[in-house]
């Protein structure tokens, strides 16, 4: 379409396909936002983003496998493997055999683990205050019911 163009007079399927490219875009340039945000404000509280998503997922399962807990972090096995080993090395989870499949592991949060995802929330609650900021609260759960119906969507 050219500069001079009525953009309504733009067939509205035509409309629609750029519509949908923009909100991939805002939606993968709020990700690389947010990750970067997210990295700096841990950094000080000595954890990677990786490791606040592995705390984040114990709490709310409970107890999980690496493999379940990689999948729900979105990283791989190996990488789950080793943010586990650091973890563990400093006490935030614990490790027992899964009393009915002997070669699964179960990870779960220790209280230190707690105590650290705890200062670690308030660090991503300032990042969310200011992301939301001028959004009505209504408005943002609308827009979270969205986020989360695009994700079920997407994995099928």
């Known amino acids: 379409m050219s500069k001079n163009q009525n953009p309504l007079a733009e067939p509205a399927a035509a409309r629609t396909r750029r519509a949908n490219l923009r909100l991939t875009y805002v939606i993968g340039s709020l990700d690389r936002i947010l990750r970067r945000r997210m990295t700096e404000a841990l950094a000080p509280l000595g954890l990677t983003l990786a490791q606040f998503t592995a ?5 709310t399962r409970g107890q999980a496998s690496n493999a379940q807990l990689a999948e729900r972090s979105f990283i791989t096995p190996q990488s789950a493997n080793e943010v586990m080993n650091a973890m563990a090395s400093r006490g935030w989870v614990s490790r027992e055999p899964d009393p009915t499949h002997g ?14 995802l705890r ?21 943002a759960g609308a827009v979270q019911n969205h986020l989360e119906t695009f994700v079920r969507n997407l994995r099928g």
């Open 103 to 116: 070669r699964i592991v179960l990870l779960q949060l220790t209280d230190q683990g707690r105590a650290v």
């Open 55 to 59: 705390l984040s997922v114990l709490e």
């Open 119 to 139: 200062e670690c929330e308030q660090a991503v609650r300032a990042i969310e205050r200011q992301m939301m900021e001028g959004i009505e609260l209504e408005t």
